[in-house]
Each structure stands twice: as C-alpha cells, then as structure tokens.
T-cell receptor, first 114, second 110 residues
Framework: NAGVTQTPKFQVLKTGQSMTLQCAQD?????MSWYRQDPGMGLRLIHY???????DQGEVPNGYNVSRSTTEDFPLRLLSAAPSQTSVYFC?????????????FGEGSWLTVV | GQQLNQSPQSMFIQEGEDVSMNCTSS?????WLWYKQDPGEGPVLLIA?????ELTSNGRLTAQFGITRKDSFLNISASIPSDVGIYFC??????????FGPGTRLSVLP
C-alpha cells in the first residue's frame, strides 16, 4: 500500500488492558485518520488529524485516544479494552491533489479482545 | 453517522463475465473513490472520480461519477479469478470526512 505502515498486524488483548496501534506514513500527508471495520458495515471513522498537533473525534471515538506530534505518526490508543472493540483497524492518510482528495490505507490491524 | 449504500451485497459470476455494481447516497458528493480489499489486506485504491459525469478507466475497470452526484458505478469487464474480493466505495463532500459503503463481495467461478 501507498506508504502507510501499521503495527501490529494481529493482537489479542484481555478486557481492561491498554495498548497502542502504531501508524506511520512517508508521503508527507497532512491528513491522517483511524477507522474500524466491522462485518456488514462500512469503515467508521474513529479519530482524525488535519496536521501535527491537531486531532478531532470521528463517528465512534469512545474508548480511543490519539495524538499527532509529528506529520508522519498517528498512534491510536485503546485505554481499557472491551470486547466491543474487537475489530479490524485501518490507519489512512490523505493528500489533496489538484482536483480533490485521495485516501490511502495501511494493511490493517486485527484486534481481538477477550 | 452517514453511510453509503452499495448493491449488490454479494455476487457470484462466471470467469469472463462482466460485473456491475453501484453506490448510492442521499447526500451530494464532490469525490467518489473505489477500492478493492483482499482478505487480510487493506483497501487498495482502484479509481478516483472528481467531477459529475466523469467516466474513468483503469485496465478492465471503469467507474462513473453519477450526474446527480449522489451515486457512482463500477464495472469490471471480462472478470478473472484475481478479481475476487470486496469492492467498496467512498464519498467525500467539501468540509466533511470520507464516508464508506459496506462493500460488494465478488466471487468468480472458474
């Protein structure tokens, strides 16, 4: 995928544990975002950032925290994992072309909370 | 939150057949994107559309930005086994975040 790197690929957590999903992009994109993907649903926005030092909530932000200290990195933190957070998580970054936006995704992080 | 509608939800076709799928919304969009997602992988951008009525091709894939700006279409010609996967659309309005469809699952029978 176009320069968006996510780690880890797979993770199993116990309820109540915390963890951080890492995301980095090397395309100098200003806009970065985190989505979760659940069966039968479209990607849902968790948090996003329009630049270093700026973050905002998306559609489903509860239970997650983000920070954007650099243009390249946008980690997602699960504060106290719950089974409802079992999902596939995608980090994405976006550029603005001359005519519009195009968004690129990482390869995903499969998270299971037991 | 706002979501897009995609149809069909799934389809089974014979190798060599043409495929059509669409994405609809109650809102107007300025950008439509089409992605393919293979199992265990992230979505990969196939085609980007930025203007109402625009028709854009990428190999055997052709996508159109609907005139009403509320829909988009993706066609695949002469399907092959590697076309198997989930295809989903994304729409963007000015000042908003992207919204995504739930996907169309394509299976290609040899």
């Amino acid at each position: 995928n176009a320069g968006v790197t996510q780690t880890p690929k797979f993770q199993v957590l116990k309820t109540g544990q915390s963890m951080t999903l890492q995301c980095a992009q090397d395309m100098n994109h200003e806009y970065m975002s985190w989505y979760r993907q659940d069966p039968g649903m479209g990607l849902r926005l968790i948090h996003y950032s329009v630049g270093a030092g700026i973050t905002d909530q998306g559609e489903v932000p509860n239970g997650y925290n983000v920070s954007r200290s650099t243009t390249e990195d946008f980690p997602l933190r699960l504060l106290s994992a719950a089974p409802s957070q079992t999902s596939v998580y995608f980090c994405a970054s976006s550029r603005r072309t001359a005519v519009g936006n195009t968004i690129y995704f990482g390869e995903g992080s499969w998270l299971t909370v037991v | 939150g706002q979501q897009l509608n995609q149809s069909p939800q799934s389809m089974f076709i014979q190798e060599g057949e043409d495929v059509s799928m669409n994405c609809t919304s109650s809102s107007i969009f300025n950008t439509w994107l089409w992605y393919k997602q293979d199992p265990g992988e992230g979505p990969v951008l196939l085609i980007a559309l930025y203007k109402a009525g625009e028709l854009t091709s990428n190999g055997r894939l052709t996508a159109q930005f609907g005139i009403t700006r509320k829909d988009s279409f993706l066609n695949i010609s002469a399907s092959i086994p590697s076309d198997v996967g989930i295809y989903f659309c994304a729409g963007l309005s000015y000042g908003q975040n992207f919204v995504f469809g739930p996907g169309t699952r394509l299976s290609v029978l040899p």
